[in-house]
């Protein structure tokens, strides 16, 4: 079986610095995807740099924790803090959705101005993933599958590794099963996902050394590298945190090292739409 990597750069669309990162590592390095924001400030820069790019493979980064709804925030009132944004908090505000009729109806409504406002973009839709992979929450997960055909959405990333860590948390645990659950309900519905994935230990730090040894670990099938590189080092006031080292996983995604080391193991990069067709 052969070895397909996808590298994707989440948080598209959240500020310039990280297209600008986009950009360089897609078209100077080995970023092959990016999944886009759509309600975040500098989405619309996002959108103008993706369509001269047309071997970038764009997806929809859900967002219902940690950012701007598409909608106006007196529509969902349930599932926004006082400041109009989603909270921070993602397993409160996983069990809001879970247990709150009225916050099911409001998610379901911002989710399709999601997908509609991404789809208003022209941009072909290569993936479905969700900010801190809340995609994979029973609910979210069940709109997925319900309006797939709908959006011609043919794939999700699945954010659990064929590696588990040897200490296992609550957090962890809950995360693998919820996974295992989506990749079965895809099978099902003939929706794409990669087999294995990094990054979910080392996340706003995939610098060299974390993606050299990923690559060095790639088995058979589709893996997906998924990091957050930014153009600049971060200053107060940037809306990511302090201590990703977004420059360092920019860099790395420039690596000169790279390239040779995917051609010795036989490792092809690509997209969810090209690895999905192949």
């Not at 619309?44 to 701007?68: E, S, Y």
Request: proline share 9%; glycine share 8%.
């Amino acid at each position: 079986m052969p070895k397909r990597l996808i590298v994707t750069a989440d948080d598209f669309g959240l500020d310039e610095a990280v297209n600008d990162a986009v950009e360089r590592a897609h078209r100077h390095g080995i970023l092959t995807c990016a999944s886009l924001m759509v309600g975040e400030p500098a989405a619309a820069d996002a959108v103008a740099r993706a369509r001269a790019m047309p071997r970038l493979g764009v997806g929809l980064h859900l967002t219902f924790v940690d950012g701007r709804p598409t909608l106006p925030p007196e529509r969902i009132p349930a599932l926004v803090a006082p400041d109009g944004r989603f909270p921070s908090d993602p397993v409160r505000q996983g069990l809001r959705i879970f247990f709150s009729p009225a916050a099911r109806r409001q998610l379901a409504a911002e989710m399709r101005a999601q997908l509609d406002a991404f789809r208003r973009t022209g941009l072909a839709l290569d993936h479905v993933n969700g900010h801190h992979h809340f995609h994979i929450h029973p609910v979210i997960r069940g709109l997925i599958l319900r309006w797939a055909p709908e959006y011609a959405i043919r794939a999700v990333r699945v954010p659990a590794s064929r590696r588990p860590p040897p200490a296992r948390s609550l957090e962890a645990w809950s995360n693998d099963w919820q996974s295992g659950r989506l990749r079965r309900r895809l099978a099902r519905a003939g929706i794409a996902a990669n087999d294995d994935i990094f990054g979910l230990a080392e996340s706003g730090h995939m610098t060299i050394a974390p993606i050299r040894d990923a690559v060095a670990r790639i088995g058979d099938g589709v893996s997906e590298i998924y990091c957050h590189p930014v153009a600049r080092a971060w200053r107060p006031g940037d809306p990511w945190p302090e201590d990703y080292d977004g420059l360092g996983e920019m860099q790395a995604l420039l690596d000169p090292e790279l390239p040779p080391r995917l051609a010795e193991r036989g490792i092809e990069l690509a997209t969810f739409a090209t690895a999905r067709s192949r």
